[in-house]
């Protein structure tokens, strides 16, 4: 087992386009969105397991002894991820303390935790590892960004590479590293069993992005990730007002009976929409007419909020969100679930800084929050302290000092 | 020949749903707007023939001598109604010292008063009566609102019945009447020869609707009358701002062209709109769940709107016009060709004058010209004097007072 202090990543996603139109079989397009999940491991022999969970004030801490019923309860093959049984889930639930039904994101997060820990560790060992986990994430929970599969790919990460089951590939000074592709597969499959802890019955998307970062194609539950994806800047906006996706979910289809003629068309094309953006991408890929293919974006963007918003999904936040950003001839659109969440808000690689601070300006103003980020950049990742972003470093390091 | 005075009146138009689809092989549904064009005419004995048009600042007077020249040159049978040849244009484009390539509508409207006139009288008698015709319109001109059909349709409706061609049917006292349906078809075929010296190439949908108002269907070049259509009352809104219809048609066809797979399905999902429009009013007029009915009037309305945008023919002075309605829960949509022009916004039954009040003056403020009005109504009508509004009879008193 190393013995070092490691460092993991891994991005959030959003939704290009597709959101809703993929629960009636047609294709969404998924990509990784650069609001990363920051994971510090360091394993210690102070005999205990802790883990520090700031963004939800959550911090615990066992006894490694007092884990041990971890190898007796999971009885796992590192190699061969399987889901928490129902009565696996039961014992955790009973071990922290976590009422049955209770799925708050403490609660659910803790029991990710801990599932993962003993299934990596139990799997290889006789006795469990000490260990301090630090998790830190620029993502907002619970506003449809996979921030729990982030947390998921980076706990398996981490886990896998910290007992060995995974290379620790080393970062050069100032560097960033990634797994190779049969160890991305055993991380994806380890945070898969997590978002299933989670969420119940996860699409698989939210892990797939989170390990493979880039972009994929989401097509009657198939997941085939797109070879060839630039990175694209945006703004990232959360209106913060809170929606239910199960209501949405059936409102759109409630719409969908009321006027299949009407509203069946619009699915097949938004449809069309994923595939054209699919096929514009890999043209700026290619550097085929990028100002062309940003004015296609744009356009693509206009068009699938007009129907998302003919669906039922949108919501006066949303409009204000696009109005506002259109004053600064930006493209934007919801993202997910729509009825309130997020927005995305296209910037070409020219658009100026003075554009950006009074898009975000005005989107603050307005009581959203709004980062300036991109999407499409890498997955999982292993960094070395140095290569972090100053303020990610400071950040993880006044953790630590906290703990 | 009737030697009373005469009041007749035609109704403009509007697309309620399928503007730009019916293009495309589309459905779309056209129904008259109760913004009329009045028209006034009185035979005479002085041995002249005026035609005053006040909207455009138009009065024309001629000895009939002069005119004689029309008994020639038109070889009409009033039975049979035919267009103008290019030989009949030139001359009485000569006569009234048009130029060629004149298409200003003050020379338009001279122009298919000459023929209306040369044709109708000329086909059932040797010398041509003396009468002044005073014509006044509540419609805005070149708004896209039929207003050249209900000119050409109380010109035939006037001309037809002032010679004896068709009865005329005699109003009781407070009392508007209608013509018989054999003469109301030869009334539209007369008004069809007008639209085409006016359009060139009409479709014919605004002189139908001019004369048997209530709605149509019009596809694929052929239309159907709807049997069942009840009047409802709306806001027409007129922005004022110019946009060729031509660019835009062309924009859509590039649309269109550039994304067959997302575009062609929205024409689809029009064509839907169209169709689900007219079942909704044949079950308002059977009073099932009107009060659902009218919601789900009002959601076609939107979804329309949106496709409108989505076909590229929207603009912002509608997106203002849809905005400030919607602060009312009143529902809008651009008619016509779109890219400025005019709006609709549905009222129900029960909108209150308040809410009608406020629309207004917001729409007022913006700048535009909004008439609280409705569709659905009756075609070309025959009034008795006292059945008029007062405004519209004291107008026509006045003007009359002025020759």
Chains 1, 2 share one sequence.
Not at 208 to 234: C, D, E, Q, S
Not at 342 to 371: F, H, Q
Request: hydrophobic letters at 40%; one cysteine or more.
């Amino acid at each position: 087992m190393t013995d070092k202090t490691l460092i993991v990543s891994a991005p959030g996603k959003v939704i290009l386009h597709g959101e809703h139109a993929v629960v009636h079989g047609k294709v969404a397009l998924a990509v990784s969105l650069n609001l990363r999940t920051y994971l510090q491991i360091g394993l210690c022999s102070n005999g205990r397991v802790q883990i520090n969970l700031p963004n939800i004030d959550t911090c615990l801490s066992w006894e490694s002894a007092a884990l041990q019923f971890l190898l007796t309860t999971i009885d796992a093959d590192v190699l061969n991820p399987k889901a928490a049984s129902q009565e696996q889930v039961d014992k955790l639930r009973q071990f922290a303390g976590i009422p049955d039904g209770c799925v708050d994101t403490r609660s659910l997060a803790i029991l990710c935790f801990l599932y993962l820990y003993g299934a990596i560790s139990a799997s290889s060992r006789y006795c469990l590892p000490s260990m301090e986990i630090l998790v830190w994430s620029e993502l907002p929970t619970g506003a449809g960004l996979g921030s729990s599969a982030a947390y998921s790919v980076c706990l398996a990460a981490a886990l896998l590479t910290a007992n060995e089951s995974i290379a620790c590939p080393v970062p050069e000074e100032n560097g960033t590293v990634r797994w190779a592709e049969d160890e991305l597969e055993l991380i994806n499959k380890w945070a898969f069993q997590g978002e299933k802890l989670i969420h119940g019955n996860p699409s698989g998307v939210d892990n797939a992005v989170g390990t493979w970062g880039g972009a994929l194609k989401y097509h009657a539950g198939k997941i085939m990730p797109l070879n060839r994806i630039p990175t694209l800047r945006i703004l990232l906006t959360n209106t913060k007002v809170p929606r239910s996706t199960k209501t949405l979910v059936a409102g759109v289809k409630d719409k969908l009976n009321k006027f299949p003629s009407i509203i069946g068309p619009i699915l097949n094309s938004i449809d069309a929409i994923s595939c054209e953006c699919e096929r514009t991408l890999a043209a700026i890929v290619a550097g085929d007419s990028t100002e062309e293919s940003y004015a296609v974006l744009e356009e693509l963007i206009d068009i699938n909020q007009h129907h998302l918003n003919v669906i039922g999904v949108g919501h006066s936040s949303l409009d204000r969100l696009c109005q506002a950003t259109a004053l600064h001839s930006l493209h934007s659109k919801l993202t997910g679930a729509g009825g309130g969440g997020c927005g995305i808000t296209l910037l070409r690689p020219d658009t100026s800084p003075s554009v950006v601070e009074a898009s975000k300006r005005a989107l603050n103003d307005m009581g959203y929050d709004c980062w300036e980020t991109n999407i499409g950049g890498h997955g999982v990742s292993l960094h070395s302290p140095s290569s972090l972003q100053r303020d990610v470093s400071q950040l993880l390091t006044r953790l630590t000092d906290c703990q």
